[in-house]
């Protein structure tokens, strides 16, 4: 188990539907992070987050839409994804400051079927 | 451009040393950070280099050459369930929420 939750684990969708990937952490950490994740390949950078405002976009989709509520919690939400952007989604945080030497802690993804 | 390489695969035997080697080119360097990730798992945090030199942790060591682009993970009495994949990644930035770029990853797999 790491401190990083995400929910759900596991989610299937059709390309018309709209859903919502959840990530929660309470380690007091100020940046949080999307990346997508193919099979035996490196996780990709989508969005970064710090002190809840967005500060990198990797120039993702606009079928992929983040949401920072407050400074523990991180949403993706999806809407008319495709075939291709079936891959495991993973949350990070750290802690942010100049400088930091703070690793990102992983939670353990959410890993996405698309129909 | 940004490129970090790494072996796509090692493969070494149960107590025995394994040295994973990676090289970078990038735009800013702001610390180098190696991960393990089990397979359906999430990258755990294993080492963090920013200055020249070695860093011990346990089992596992981490070096760093500024100069050189270069960094290699050590691993010590190696154990089957260090069977995994290891990524390399540089912090390109001193900025809040500076981004991690990735290596490929080095599958290691060791066998008894």
């Known amino acids: 188990d790491t401190e990083v939750t995400q929910t759900p684990k596991h989610l299937v969708m059709g390309m018309t539907n709209k859903k919502s990937l959840k990530c929660e952490q309470h380690?007091?950490?100020?940046?949080m992070y999307w990346y997508k994740q193919k099979a035996k390949k490196p996780p990709e950078l989508m969005f970064v987050y710090s002190y809840e405002k967005l500060s990198i976009n990797e120039s993702v989709p606009s079928r992929f839409s983040p949401e920072c509520p407050n400074s523990s919690l991180l949403n993706l939400h999806l809407h008319a994804l495709q075939p291709e952007d079936s891959a495991l989604y993973l949350c990070?945080?750290?802690?942010?400051?100049?400088?930091?030497?703070?690793?990102?802690?992983f939670g353990d993804g959410t890993r996405l079927s698309i129909l | 451009g940004q490129n970090i390489d790494q072996p796509t695969e090692m493969t070494a035997t149960e107590g025995a040393i394994v040295q994973i080697n990676c090289t970078y080119q990038t735009s800013g360097f702001n610390g180098l950070f190696w991960y393990q990730q089990h397979a359906g798992e999430a990258p755990t945090f294993l080492s963090y280099?920013?200055?020249?030199g070695l860093e011990e942790k346990g089992r596992f060591s981490s070096f760093l050459s500024r100069s050189k682009g270069y960094s290699y993970l050590l691993l010590k009495e190696l154990q089957m369930k260090d069977s995994a994949s290891y990524l390399c990644a540089v912090r390109d930035t001193h900025n809040q929420g500076g981004k991690l770029i990735f290596g490929q990853g080095t599958e290691l797999s060791v066998k008894p």
């Open positions: 380690m007091g950490h100020r940046a």
């Open positions: 990070a945080s750290s802690q942010e400051g100049s400088g930091s030497n703070q690793p990102q802690h």
């Open positions: 280099n920013v200055l020249d």
